[in-house]
Each structure stands twice: as C-alpha cells, then as structure tokens.
C-alpha cells in the first residue's frame, strides 16, 4: 500500500512539474521579416495609424515600414542621428534619442527635424516614452531618469549609480505601466523594475539569471493586451512575459522551442498583440504573433 501511495505522489508531482512547464510555454507564430538593408538598427515604435518606425541610427535614418505594405527611408535634413539609440511615438510625433549629444529630436516624416531638446548634466538619453503630459528619460552616462514636464523643461531626476533599489547602472528601454507606473530595463543591474514617475514605491519585475523567468541583459519591453510585461533577454536571445506585480507568465516559443533571437533589443506590441522585434545582430526586425 505505501508503495501505491508513493508511487501515486510522485506521478502527481511530476504530471504537476509538466503541466507548469507546458504553462511557461507561450505560443508565437512568425508573421513576416523585415531585412531593408538595416546596419545593427536598435529600436521601434508604432503609431495608431499601425504605421512601424525603426532606427537604423548607423545608417543615420528611420525607416518607416507603412500599414499599407510600403517601405520609407527617413533621413534626417541638416542633422545626424548616427549612434543614436531610442525612438518612440508621443502624441503624434516621431522622437529620437540622439544619445551621444544629450539631446532629444522631434523629427518629421520628411525628415526635418522640428525641435532639438538640449538635455542638462551631460545626460546620455537611451530612451524616452510620454506619461501624462510629461516625458521620461532614461540617462546612462549618470545612470539617472529624467522627466520633462509638458514645455520640454527639466522638472526633476532621480536615481543613481548603484545596486539597490532606485539605483540603476546603465539604465536602458522603457515602457509606461498601468497606473501611470515607469518600467526600467535596468540593464547591468539584471533586472526590470517599475516605479512611480517620481522614483517612489518600487516593484521588481524581472530578477537577475539566465534560466526561465529571469533576466541577464534586459533590453526592449512591451505591454501587450493582457498587461504582461514582455521583456527582451540580449544575452540570451529570449522574449519573456511578467505579470506587473513580477510573476512569470511564459517564455516565448516556435514549435515547442523557446526563441533564442540575435540581440533583440527594442520591441514593440500593436494594437492586433503582434510582437515587432529589433534583432540588432541580424539587422532585421522580426514580427511575431502571440497566441
């Protein structure tokens, strides 16, 4: 009898150790790729309009890849955007993080740059996103975050070199959260962590390591239409889910393998839950649909 009812354990246990491993199994399908003579591009966004924007920053241009089908070069008139590294949709316009010259660019579809925002403290911006009227930084030359209010003036930053909580090293891509929350890919510290915009009331998302459910170098991170947080793994090549609060959702896969991407970096979520990704070594963007 004490035989039968160990070994009726530990067939549970083990059925309940692969059901958990089939959860963590989260199903994407390819949709298409997008190869456009790209030299190592390093970030994407979108517009409501489901048009793509990605920066080529080696290059010097953003290509638009249009809802229609259509492939556009945007090349910047009477500047550079070489080295660069974020670009984001916000409120209409197309901005870049021009990161070696601590400035952010408001560019037009026919390249004109409209408005150069000078940022202090010889912040090196790698991303920016808009919440509420104002905009946030991520700085990895003081390894701060900084946010604009509505007329592009500094109103306050926060953070600093460090391991603890509120403390970044190489502070890298960004997403606005549910409730006016910051999510920070935190990269050379491992992790992601979201804040309010002001640096207060933390909540770890994604912990350092290299095994599912953790983060080894954080880049790109997206919320898709169930409020997951996806984040993109550089080192390892994968595309990992979150809950906000931290807890693993899945890792993403193709027929039973999980992804191992080259160098994702940038990502982006549309409004039909497809997954654009930035594969930096590849110099392509992949476009992934989550089921």
């Not at 199903?27 to 030299?39: G, K, L, Q």
């Not at 994407?44 to 489901?50: A, L, P, R, T």
């Amino acid at each position: 009898m004490r035989i039968n009812r160990l070994l009726i354990i530990i067939l549970s246990v083990s059925f309940g150790l692969i059901q958990g491993l089939i959860a963590q199994e989260i199903s994407f399908s390819p949709v298409r790729t997008f190869e456009s003579d790209f030299s190592f591009p390093t970030d994407i966004c979108g517009n409501d309009e489901g048009d793509i924007f990605v920066l080529d920053a080696m290059n010097d241009r953003v290509v638009q890849l249009k809802a229609s089908g259509e492939v556009v070069e945007i090349k910047p008139q009477r500047e550079s955007i070489y080295k660069a590294v974020g670009i984001a949709w916000i409120n209409g316009d197309l901005w870049i993080a021009d990161t070696p010259r601590s400035r952010l660019l408001k560019m037009k579809m026919n390249g004109r740059i409209s408005q150069v925002i000078k940022l202090e403290h010889q912040t090196e911006p790698v991303d920016i996103i808009g919440l509420g009227d104002n905009m946030v930084v991520t700085d990895r030359f003081n390894h701060t975050i900084t946010v604009l209010d509505k007329d592009f003036k500094e109103k306050y930053y926060w953070g600093k070199r460090g391991e603890g909580i509120g403390e970044f090293i190489n502070p890298g891509f960004l997403s606005a959260g549910p409730e006016n929350r910051v999510i920070i890919g935190d990269i050379l510290n491992r992790r992601v962590v979201s804040f309010s915009p002001s640096g207060r009331y933390p909540q770890i998302i994604a912990k350092p390591g290299v095994e599912r459910g953790q983060i080894f170098r954080p880049k790109g991170v997206a919320l898709d239409s169930k409020n997951r947080v996806w984040v993109a793994d550089g080192y390892t090549g994968a595309l990992q889910a979150f809950s906000i609060s931290g807890k693993f959702q899945g890792i993403a896969s193709k027929d039973g393998e999980s992804l191992a991407l080259s160098a994702p970096m940038g990502i982006y979520i549309d409004k039909q839950d497809r997954l654009w990704v930035v594969e930096s070594f590849a110099s392509k963007v992949s476009v992934w649909r989550i089921k």
